[in-house]
C-alpha cells in the first residue's frame, strides 16, 4: 500500500501523531505543512508572488482654526 507500511502501521503512527499534537495543533500543523509546499514549489518553479508596492498614508490631524480668545 505505501511501500514497507502496510495500512495498520499508518493508523497506529496517525493515532499517536494525534494523541502527541491533538486535534487543534494537527489542524495548525497541516495548515503550515501545505503552505511550506506550495512555497516550495512556487520557489522551484520560478514564480515570485507579486505584491502591489507598499504606500506610506499619514494620518494627519485637521487644523484647529476655530481657537479661543
Same mark, same amino acid.
Given at each position: 500500500? %505505501?511501500?514497507? %507500511? ?7 503512527? &496517525? =493515532?499517536?501523531? &494525534?494523541?502527541? %499534537?491533538?486535534?487543534?495543533? &494537527?489542524? *495548525? &500543523? ?9 512555497? %516550495? ?6 514564480? !515570485?508572488? =507579486? ?11 485637521? !487644523? *484647529? ?5
Amino acid at each position: 500500500m %505505501f511501500g514497507p %507500511f502496510s495500512g495498520w502501521e499508518i493508523l497506529v503512527i &496517525l =493515532v499517536v501523531v &494525534l494523541l502527541i %499534537f491533538g486535534p487543534g495543533r &494537527l489542524g *495548525e &500543523l497541516g495548515k503550515s505543512l501545505g503552505e511550506g509546499i506550495r512555497n %516550495f514549489k512556487k520557489a522551484v518553479s520560478g514564480e !515570485e508572488e =507579486v505584491s502591489p508596492p507598499q504606500t506610506k498614508v499619514e494620518n494627519k490631524k485637521p !487644523e *484647529e482654526n476655530n481657537k479661543s480668545a
